[in-house]
């Protein structure tokens, strides 16, 4: 018998750390960017740094749950950045 495993956020972010994809409900990666629902909360840069934008309630707030993906992502991110930064990379 095969059990499948449901990802948990961790495994999103962990997955958007190693370049794979991923999803959960509400979180997402095609392993460059990562995203919370629709938002991108996260990217890779030219030269391989993951960065996350600071959407939480520090900043600029969307939702709890998003909120709580940065603070995952933020524990493995090599920076983390003002919002407009996450928005104008491509």
Request: charged letters at 20%; aromatic letters at 6%; glycine letters at 8%.
């Amino acid at each position: 018998m095969n059990f499948y495993t449901v990802p948990k956020n961790a495994d999103v972010v962990a997955a958007w750390t190693r370049g794979a994809t991923a999803n959960t409900a509400h979180l997402s990666t095609n392993g460059h960017d990562l995203h919370s629902y629709a938002l991108r909360i996260g990217t890779t840069t030219p030269r391989g740094r993951k960065i996350v934008g600071q959407f939480d309630a520090s900043n600029e707030f969307h939702s709890m749950t998003t909120s709580h993906h940065v603070g995952i992502a933020r524990r493995v991110a090599d920076a983390v950045v003002e919002p407009e930064t996450i928005r104008g990379l491509k």
